[in-house]
Protein backbone atom coordinates (compact mmCIF):
# COMPACT_ATOMS: atom_id res chain seq x y z
CA UNK A 1 0.00 0.00 0.00
CA UNK A 2 1.02 3.39 -0.51
CA UNK A 3 -0.96 6.88 -0.16
CA UNK A 4 0.02 10.51 0.54
CA UNK A 5 -2.29 12.88 2.83
CA UNK A 6 -1.61 16.40 3.06
CA UNK A 7 -4.08 17.80 6.06
CA UNK A 8 -5.15 21.13 7.39
CA UNK A 9 -5.80 21.61 10.87
CA UNK A 10 -8.71 23.18 12.26
CA UNK A 11 -8.95 22.55 15.95
CA UNK A 12 -5.99 21.44 18.65
CA UNK A 13 -6.40 18.06 18.72
CA UNK A 14 -3.58 15.09 19.25
CA UNK A 15 -1.40 13.89 15.56
CA UNK A 16 -2.31 10.50 16.01
CA UNK A 17 -5.91 11.13 15.98
CA UNK A 18 -5.79 13.31 12.62
CA UNK A 19 -3.87 10.50 11.05
CA UNK A 20 -6.17 7.86 12.46
CA UNK A 21 -9.30 9.96 11.02
CA UNK A 22 -7.37 10.80 7.58
CA UNK A 23 -6.38 7.05 6.96
CA UNK A 24 -8.97 4.86 8.50
CA UNK A 25 -7.24 1.79 6.39
CA UNK A 26 -4.41 2.29 8.21
CA UNK A 27 -3.87 0.81 11.85
CA UNK A 28 -3.01 3.01 14.51
CA UNK A 29 0.34 0.93 14.87
CA UNK A 30 1.14 1.32 11.36
CA UNK A 31 0.74 4.59 12.05
CA UNK A 32 2.74 4.98 14.64
CA UNK A 33 5.41 3.19 12.99
CA UNK A 34 5.56 5.19 9.87
CA UNK A 35 6.16 8.33 12.43
CA UNK A 36 8.92 7.09 14.30
CA UNK A 37 10.18 6.10 10.52
CA UNK A 38 9.88 9.86 9.42
CA UNK A 39 7.09 9.40 6.94
CA UNK A 40 5.03 12.45 8.72
CA UNK A 41 5.96 15.54 8.31
CA UNK A 42 5.01 19.00 10.34
CA UNK A 43 4.45 22.29 9.39
CA UNK A 44 3.68 25.17 11.30
CA UNK A 45 4.66 28.93 9.78
CA UNK A 46 8.24 28.91 9.43
CA UNK A 47 9.06 25.33 11.13
CA UNK A 48 8.61 22.55 9.28
CA UNK A 49 10.31 19.06 10.53
CA UNK A 50 9.28 15.10 10.84
CA UNK A 51 6.88 14.59 13.47
CA UNK A 52 7.49 11.25 15.49
CA UNK A 53 5.48 11.60 18.72
CA UNK A 54 2.42 10.37 18.34
CA UNK A 55 0.66 11.93 21.18
CA UNK A 56 2.35 15.72 19.57
CA UNK A 57 -0.68 18.73 19.83
CA UNK A 58 -1.47 20.39 16.62
CA UNK A 59 -3.28 23.62 16.84
CA UNK A 60 -5.14 25.45 14.10
CA UNK A 61 -2.40 26.35 11.32
CA UNK A 62 -0.41 23.66 11.53
CA UNK A 63 -0.31 21.03 8.54
CA UNK A 64 0.63 17.48 8.26
CA UNK A 65 1.83 15.48 5.16
CA UNK A 66 1.97 11.76 5.30
CA UNK A 67 3.63 9.95 2.76
CA UNK A 68 3.13 6.30 3.50
CA UNK A 69 4.96 3.33 1.22
CA UNK A 70 4.22 0.01 2.75
CA UNK A 71 7.10 -1.85 0.99
CA UNK A 72 9.90 0.85 1.70
CA UNK A 73 8.78 1.07 5.55
CA UNK A 74 9.69 -2.75 5.63
CA UNK A 75 13.01 -2.31 4.44
CA UNK A 76 16.31 -3.15 6.32
CA UNK A 77 19.41 -2.83 5.29
CA UNK A 78 23.08 -3.50 7.39
CA UNK A 79 23.95 -0.64 9.90
CA UNK A 80 26.63 1.73 8.99
CA UNK A 81 29.58 1.87 10.89
CA UNK A 82 31.50 4.52 12.47
CA UNK A 83 35.09 5.00 11.24
CA UNK A 84 36.47 7.92 12.67
CA UNK A 85 34.94 10.39 15.78
CA UNK A 86 36.46 13.97 16.17
CA UNK A 87 34.13 16.55 17.91
CA UNK A 88 33.26 18.58 15.05
CA UNK A 89 32.50 15.87 12.32
CA UNK A 90 32.74 12.09 11.63
CA UNK A 91 33.54 9.79 8.84
CA UNK A 92 31.12 6.73 8.43
CA UNK A 93 30.72 3.30 6.18
CA UNK A 94 27.72 3.82 4.48
CA UNK A 95 26.54 0.30 3.52
CA UNK A 96 24.53 -0.17 0.15
CA UNK A 97 20.72 0.29 0.49
CA UNK A 98 21.04 2.62 2.61
CA UNK A 99 20.19 6.64 1.94
CA UNK A 100 22.63 9.03 2.99
CA UNK A 101 19.73 11.39 3.99
CA UNK A 102 15.99 10.76 4.16
CA UNK A 103 12.92 11.88 2.21
CA UNK A 104 9.63 12.82 2.18
CA UNK A 105 8.87 8.72 2.66
CA UNK A 106 10.86 8.60 5.44
CA UNK A 107 14.84 8.43 6.51
CA UNK A 108 14.69 4.91 8.79
CA UNK A 109 17.12 4.07 6.30
CA UNK A 110 19.29 6.69 6.02
CA UNK A 111 22.94 7.49 7.31
CA UNK A 112 22.28 11.00 8.80
CA UNK A 113 19.20 9.23 11.04
CA UNK A 114 21.10 6.34 11.59
CA UNK A 115 24.37 8.79 12.85
CA UNK A 116 21.58 10.82 14.73
CA UNK A 117 20.53 7.90 16.62
CA UNK A 118 23.86 6.91 17.36
CA UNK A 119 24.15 9.74 19.23
CA UNK A 120 20.82 9.55 20.65
CA UNK A 121 20.15 13.07 19.67
CA UNK A 122 22.72 15.18 21.73
CA UNK A 123 25.17 16.11 18.29
CA UNK A 124 24.15 17.58 15.31
CA UNK A 125 24.25 16.31 12.08
CA UNK A 126 24.57 17.43 8.89
CA UNK A 127 25.28 15.85 5.87
CA UNK A 128 28.40 17.12 3.65
CA UNK A 129 28.31 14.95 0.21
CA UNK A 130 26.00 12.23 -0.94
CA UNK A 131 26.34 8.34 -2.31
CA UNK A 132 23.80 6.56 -3.97
CA UNK A 133 21.59 4.20 -2.41
CA UNK A 134 22.85 1.32 -4.33
CA UNK A 135 26.70 2.48 -3.52
CA UNK A 136 28.31 1.71 -0.26
CA UNK A 137 31.60 3.33 1.22
CA UNK A 138 32.75 6.64 3.15
CA UNK A 139 30.87 9.53 4.13
CA UNK A 140 32.01 12.53 5.68
CA UNK A 141 29.17 14.06 8.21
CA UNK A 142 29.69 17.21 10.62
CA UNK A 143 28.43 18.13 14.47
CA UNK A 144 28.49 21.61 14.34
CA UNK A 145 27.38 25.00 11.72
CA UNK A 146 30.68 25.64 12.24
CA UNK A 147 32.14 22.68 10.24
CA UNK A 148 29.65 22.09 8.03
CA UNK A 149 30.15 25.35 6.54
CA UNK A 150 33.98 24.87 6.72
CA UNK A 151 33.70 21.45 4.87
CA UNK A 152 30.81 22.68 2.00
CA UNK A 153 33.97 25.28 1.26
CA UNK A 154 36.39 22.64 1.14
CA UNK A 155 34.22 20.67 -1.03
CA UNK A 156 33.39 23.45 -3.12
CA UNK A 157 37.06 24.51 -3.64
CA UNK A 158 38.16 20.55 -4.62
CA UNK A 159 40.01 20.43 -1.23
CA UNK A 160 38.77 17.60 -0.23
CA UNK A 161 40.02 14.02 -2.74
CA UNK A 162 37.23 11.31 -3.07
CA UNK A 163 38.61 8.35 -4.56
CA UNK A 164 36.12 5.22 -5.39
CA UNK A 165 36.63 1.88 -6.55
CA UNK A 166 34.22 -0.07 -9.30
CA UNK A 167 34.23 -3.18 -11.41
CA UNK A 168 32.80 -2.51 -14.75
CA UNK A 169 31.48 -4.46 -17.64
CA UNK A 170 34.68 -5.47 -20.29
CA UNK A 171 38.38 -4.69 -20.42
CA UNK A 172 39.36 -1.21 -21.31
CA UNK A 173 41.05 -0.60 -24.27
CA UNK A 174 44.62 0.69 -24.40
CA UNK A 175 43.14 3.98 -25.60
CA UNK A 176 40.61 4.75 -22.46
CA UNK A 177 43.56 3.44 -20.26
CA UNK A 178 46.31 5.96 -21.93
CA UNK A 179 43.63 8.65 -21.63
CA UNK A 180 42.56 8.14 -18.40
CA UNK A 181 39.48 10.38 -18.08
CA UNK A 182 36.49 10.90 -18.93
CA UNK A 183 34.86 14.28 -19.47
CA UNK A 184 31.60 14.12 -21.73
CA UNK A 185 28.92 16.84 -20.25
CA UNK A 186 26.51 15.51 -18.48
CA UNK A 187 23.31 17.39 -17.91
CA UNK A 188 24.50 20.04 -20.24
CA UNK A 189 27.45 20.77 -17.57
CA UNK A 190 31.50 20.14 -17.69
CA UNK A 191 32.54 17.44 -15.88
CA UNK A 192 34.85 14.97 -15.81
CA UNK A 193 35.87 11.36 -14.35
CA UNK A 194 39.50 10.74 -13.73
CA UNK A 195 40.30 6.87 -13.85
CA UNK A 196 43.28 3.90 -13.17
CA UNK A 197 42.81 0.69 -14.27
CA UNK A 198 43.82 -1.36 -11.71
CA UNK A 199 42.99 -5.08 -12.81
CA UNK A 200 41.36 -7.04 -15.47
CA UNK A 201 39.61 -10.44 -14.81
CA UNK A 202 38.96 -12.45 -18.15
CA UNK A 203 37.28 -14.75 -15.89
CA UNK A 204 34.77 -12.30 -14.54
CA UNK A 205 35.52 -10.39 -17.80
CA UNK A 206 35.28 -6.96 -15.69
CA UNK A 207 37.62 -4.77 -14.72
CA UNK A 208 38.30 -2.70 -11.55
CA UNK A 209 39.28 0.67 -12.17
CA UNK A 210 40.30 3.28 -9.33
CA UNK A 211 38.44 6.29 -9.59
CA UNK A 212 38.59 10.33 -8.99
CA UNK A 213 36.11 12.82 -8.97
CA UNK A 214 36.85 15.92 -10.36
CA UNK A 215 33.01 17.14 -10.68
CA UNK A 216 30.40 15.97 -8.61
CA UNK A 217 27.52 15.67 -10.77
CA UNK A 218 24.14 13.37 -10.44
CA UNK A 219 25.40 9.38 -11.15
CA UNK A 220 29.04 10.64 -12.70
CA UNK A 221 30.71 7.64 -12.69
CA UNK A 222 27.85 5.34 -13.61
CA UNK A 223 26.99 7.61 -16.48
CA UNK A 224 30.52 8.44 -17.90
CA UNK A 225 31.24 4.69 -17.81
CA UNK A 226 28.21 3.67 -19.45
CA UNK A 227 28.25 6.03 -21.80
CA UNK A 228 31.81 4.73 -22.67
CA UNK A 229 30.46 1.01 -23.28
CA UNK A 230 32.07 0.07 -19.54
CA UNK A 231 29.11 0.25 -17.56
CA UNK A 232 29.50 -0.64 -13.68
CA UNK A 233 28.29 -4.16 -12.55
CA UNK A 234 25.42 -4.24 -10.84
CA UNK A 235 24.52 -0.77 -12.11
CA UNK A 236 20.42 -1.03 -12.15
CA UNK A 237 20.29 2.24 -14.16
CA UNK A 238 22.74 2.34 -16.63
CA UNK A 239 23.79 0.19 -19.14
CA UNK A 240 23.31 -3.48 -20.52
CA UNK A 241 24.96 -6.79 -19.73
CA UNK A 242 25.98 -5.75 -16.19
CA UNK A 243 23.76 -7.96 -14.06
CA UNK A 244 25.48 -8.97 -10.64
CA UNK A 245 24.48 -10.69 -7.81
CA UNK A 246 26.62 -8.91 -5.52
CA UNK A 247 24.70 -5.74 -6.40
CA UNK A 248 26.29 -2.28 -7.54
CA UNK A 249 30.00 -2.47 -7.61
CA UNK A 250 31.07 1.25 -6.58
CA UNK A 251 32.63 2.09 -3.81
CA UNK A 252 33.94 5.36 -1.97
CA UNK A 253 37.53 3.88 -0.30
CA UNK A 254 39.32 6.73 0.70
CA UNK A 255 38.91 10.51 1.72
CA UNK A 256 41.65 12.68 2.17
CA UNK A 257 41.85 16.62 3.88
CA UNK A 258 43.59 19.11 5.96
CA UNK A 259 41.31 19.20 9.26
CA UNK A 260 40.45 23.11 9.12
CA UNK A 261 40.36 23.12 12.89
CA UNK A 262 43.88 21.33 13.65
CA UNK A 263 45.38 22.00 10.22
CA UNK A 264 46.41 18.11 10.28
CA UNK A 265 46.45 16.11 7.30
CA UNK A 266 43.62 13.50 7.37
CA UNK A 267 43.23 10.15 5.39
CA UNK A 268 40.67 7.19 5.71
CA UNK A 269 40.66 4.24 3.58
CA UNK A 270 37.84 2.24 3.78
CA UNK A 271 38.79 -1.00 6.18
CA UNK A 272 39.86 -4.27 4.13
CA UNK A 273 36.89 -6.22 6.28
CA UNK A 274 34.50 -3.59 4.52
CA UNK A 275 35.53 -3.60 0.82
CA UNK A 276 33.25 -5.29 -1.24
CA UNK A 277 35.80 -4.92 -4.96
CA UNK A 278 38.79 -6.81 -4.39
CA UNK A 279 41.77 -6.56 -6.28
Known amino acids: MKLTKKLQITEAQQAIEVLVAAAPQLSKGRLKDAMNKGAVLWRRGKQNKRLRRAQADLLPGDSLE ?8 QRSCEPAVLIHEARGYSVWFKPAGM ?15 FAELHW ?19 VLIAHTKQAAAAFSLMLQQHKIDKEYRIEVKGQLSDELIAKAALSTALDDKACTTEFELESYSEERRASIVRVKLITGRKHQIRRHFAQAGHPVMGDPA ?3 GNKNEQGLMLQAVKLKFICPFRKTAMEFELPANLLQIQI
Open 66 to 73: LNYDEQLL
Open 99 to 113: LSQGNEWGDHLSLLR
Open 120 to 138: QGKRQVFLLHRLDREASGL
Open 238 to 240: YGS
